[in-house]
């Protein structure tokens, strides 16, 4: 079964770094793309940040472009998002779920999210 495990979050002020982590297992981690999602109350969810199957190719929402880093390791099975220059209005949990493809464009597996991690910016 297809397992993902959200590690990383906690409480930084603005300005502030943190490492997420998504550890992956029950599937062929290197032949799928994987997305990283967020979700704070009374919000939407949005799409953060997209990496293609061999990290060949990354895109990002333009709330994030220039300050978040999606990046992959196939032999650990791990997707990582870096986040650097935090604010206030990144506060959510963050999710990741892979695609149904290796390039990026794909239906996103919404049956394959884990619990999330809390992220938190507060001043």
């Known amino acids: 079964q297809v397992q993902l495990v959200e590690s990383g979050g906690g409480l930084v002020q603005p300005g502030g770094s943190l490492r997420l982590s998504c550890a992956a297992s029950?599937?062929?981690?290197?032949?799928?793309?994987m997305n990283w999602y967020r979700q704070a109350p009374g919000k939407e969810r949005e799409l953060v940040a997209t990496?293609?199957?061999?990290?060949?190719?990354?895109r990002y929402a333009a709330s994030v472009e220039g300050r978040f880093t999606i990046s992959r390791d196939n032999i650990k099975n791990t997707v990582y998002l870096q986040m650097n220059s935090l604010k206030v209005e990144d506060t959510a949990v963050y999710y990741c779920?892979?695609?149904?493809?290796?390039?990026?464009?794909?239906?996103?597996?919404?049956?394959?999210w884990g619990q999330g991690t809390q992220v938190t910016v507060f001043s």
């Open positions: 779920a892979r695609e149904f493809g290796p390039c990026g464009w794909d239906p996103v597996d919404f049956d394959s």
């Open positions: 029950g599937f062929t981690f290197s032949s799928y793309a």
């Open positions: 990496i293609s199957s061999r990290g060949g190719s990354t």
